[in-house]
């Protein structure tokens, strides 16, 4: 019952994260698929906007530390893990749960049909937007990520708290 009330919880501070940075979709490019990222920093109106690789990589970095840090406290603090094992594993169910109701709900299903997310200049390239595959490698992606994060939680719940 517990990953259930954890995982509603998570996907809905996702949900809300995701919307506020939507709110400028400039800010989000890089989670565009390449051919849109392509045309939005060739168009004239987004030159001075459009956010460098480097603030793309310090902001992956901060997300993760982040979640690093939430994951730590919720399965030490508030599951009582104590273990590598187990803190490792429920934090990856965890995980992969909001990694799945990132990509089919929030990437697939939400982003790919709200023409709030196209830029202009980029009406034309629907087949683009809804790029489905490129929403699952991002899924695949993320689990690969998860499998550092997730150890890193395991190890300092089993070394350090």
């Known amino acids: 019952m517990i990953i259930i009330i954890e995982s509603i919880i998570l996907c809905a501070i996702f949900t809300i994260m995701v919307y506020i940075?939507?709110?400028?979709?400039?800010?989000?490019?890089?989670?565009?698929?390449?051919k849109i990222q392509e045309r939005v920093k060739?168009?004239?109106?987004?030159?001075?906007k459009i956010p460098t690789q480097e603030n793309k990589v310090v902001?992956?970095?901060f997300a993760s530390i982040l979640f690093l840090i939430i994951l730590c406290v919720v399965l030490r603090y508030i599951n009582g893990y104590t273990t590598f094992l187990e803190s490792f594993g429920f934090g990856f169910l965890l995980w992969t749960v909001v990694n799945l109701y990132d990509a089919v709900i929030l990437d697939i299903i939400w982003f790919c049909h709200d023409k709030h997310f196209v830029f202009n200049g980029t009406e034309d390239m629907q087949e683009e937007y809804h790029n489905?595959?490129?929403?699952i490698k991002g899924f695949f992606i993320g689990e690969a990520l998860a499998l550092i994060i997730c150890a890193l939680a395991g190890a300092?719940?089993?070394f350090v708290l």
């Open 156 to 158: 300092i719940i089993h």
């Open 132 to 135: 489905y595959w490129f929403h």
């Open 59 to 61: 902001a992956k970095i």
């Open 42 to 48: 060739s168009l004239e109106q987004y030159k001075d």
């Open 21 to 34: 940075m939507s709110r400028d979709p400039i800010k989000t490019l890089y989670n565009y698929p390449p």
